[in-house]
């Protein structure tokens, strides 16, 4: 009897319907998988036999043929297993047929028979759900991100035996309830109240939350660049349920879902290492994988140690800067994952790190500590609107027990902030139809609201000339007076604004 399961893969982010065929015949006892399987679908087979065989079921003798369809989409993985073990046991008429109708199951299997944790689960669900599924059967330890899904019977399985038990009616596995997003609190990595001093740091978070902008802390060792930087996420605006669930849907495929969280509410804070391979970084993979740069998609990615990145790797983080996504191109297709986070970069001014300190001298040469600075391409810098000079705190200020303002209440301001932005760009985006925060304006939307009154224009004219900012800064500063200005609740940009915008500008010897 030809037996049939639906069962899905993940390719990129997006879950497609996989057909598992199962036929059994006379012949040499062996197993024959068709349909594009990798490596780890191939050994599938063998394990298949071990634990139909262990949880008690009979195994035929013969040829067993699987054939995965559609032929033309590559099969990953070892989430076919238990696909594969149901066809073997309808095929064998262990399981009738009509049982997993409107059903689709995910699985690896033990040897035991044993179900584990597949990866992608989320999309996988998400794709069952449309195509019309009306039940899924996943492993138990994934059963609360599926049920992240409305409108989906989510049914956890902890191994085949309690499997085929549920299918003829011998036990019943309850479902998964269905996952209530509450609003709960927020997980702060680290409170800004903890930060002692730095007032001006802070401040200038709080700018960059409120707009978006990306931040460059530059600052001798031990000032605290790191333990800033981690404050961020906190401080942006909560991510709404859509934005959770495009996080969560990145990190299942990626296989990094704590098994405790299935739902990701925080913002992602992501600081790779300078040694991180391309491919870890933006993705990739002959099956790409997101990388660390979707990892931090609507958080925060925090470079330390900028200069040590090296201008190659800096280069590739140019265009998904610049289009939040980024796309990997293999020979069989291109892929896309989201790639929309903020930067923070973190460096020393010097290789010593005391180049500007008020009380460590600096020994480095003049020539060194430029060429150290010019590590930073320029394109990248140009991404950059707010640069700040971290120092380091005296003693006094570090051993004050009094608690700054917490991050919850910068929060708030940030959140009043973004939403005069929603209200200014609407629906459609600003003038190119594409901008959500101040950070994303293009010229053509900072001359729309960007305004200045005649106050406003003397002062930026005479930083011009005296500051000799280019026409790119020139728009930076305006887009960042914004932000302050929305911060403040006004809609004029004041003298004043300008004023702490001109403050963020690059202080760098190559600027
Ligand atoms: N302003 C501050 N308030 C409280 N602790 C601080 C502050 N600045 C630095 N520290 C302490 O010093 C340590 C080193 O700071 P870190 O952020 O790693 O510095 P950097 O990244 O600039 O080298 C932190 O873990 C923290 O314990
Ligand atoms: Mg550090």
Redesign the pocket.
Known sequence: MLARVYSCTCIGLTGTIVEVEVDTSSGLPRVVIVGLPDAAVEESGERVRSAVKNAGFFYPRGRVTVNLAPATVRKEGPSFDLPIALGVLVATEQVPQDTLAGCMVLGELSLDGIVRHVRGVLPMAADARTAGFKRIYVPQIDAAEAALIPDLEVIPVTDLNQLVGHLTGRITIQPAPALHVTDEEIMVLTDLC?????EYVKRSLEVAAAGGHNVLMI??????????ARALPAIMPRMTLEEALDVTRIYSVADQLPADVPLIRNRPFRSPHHTTSHAGLVGGGNWPHPGEISLAHRGVLFL?ELPEFGPRVLEVLRQPMEDKVVTISRAHGSFTFPANFQLVG?MNPCPCGYYGDPQKACTCAMGLISKYQKRISGPLLDRIDIHVQ?N??EYD??SDDRLGEPSSAVRERVEAARQRQRERFGVKGGVDLTITCNADMRPADVRHYCILDDTGRNLMRSAMLQMQLSARAYHRILKLARTIADLAAVDAITPTHLAEALQYRPRLLLD
Request: proline fraction near 9%; glycine fraction near 18%.
């Open positions: 903890e930060i002692k001093g730095q600052g001798p060792p031990g000032s605290g660049k790191t333990l800033l330390d973190a971290v380091r705190v200020k570090l």
